[in-house]
């Protein structure tokens, strides 16, 4: 099993950043990838990002690519969302995720992001 912990979501204006964070823990040894989530009201949930753990490959929604950037910390089993120049349209649900070596996908609990405009 592996237990994700998300924070650093927020309210924020248009054009302004957050960075959101993840850590991992439990069975971190079978994580093969982690990343990000996201849902809107009224809206399925959608892919943001993800970041392979062993090779550091990065993919991104192409509504983010230029404007967020994912890491990580390998020591701390951690991941990041830095986003930056945020838009009304960004305000979801943003949830980590991850996904072990046997093809389990395991899910944070969430954290709001609000953008106004």
């Known amino acids: 099993q592996v237990q994700l912990m998300e924070s650093g979501g927020g309210l924020v204006q248009a054009g302004e950043s957050l960075r959101l964070s993840c850590a991992a823990s439990?069975?971190?040894?079978?994580?093969?990838?982690m990343g990000w989530f996201r849902q809107a009201p009224g809206k399925e949930r959608e892919f943001v990002t993800t970041?392979?753990?062993?090779?550091?490959?990065?993919y991104y929604v192409d509504s983010a690519k230029g404007r967020f950037t994912i890491s990580r910390d390998d020591a701390k089993n951690t991941v990041y969302l830095q986003m930056n120049s945020l838009k009304p349209e960004d305000t979801a649900v943003y949830y980590c995720?991850?996904?072990?070596?046997?093809?389990?996908?395991?899910w944070g609990q969430g954290t709001q992001v609000t953008v106004s405009s």
């Open positions: 995720t991850a996904r072990a070596s046997d093809y389990v996908r395991y």
């Open positions: 439990g069975r971190t040894d079978r994580i093969v990838s």
């Open positions: 970041i392979n753990w062993s090779s550091a490959s990065e």
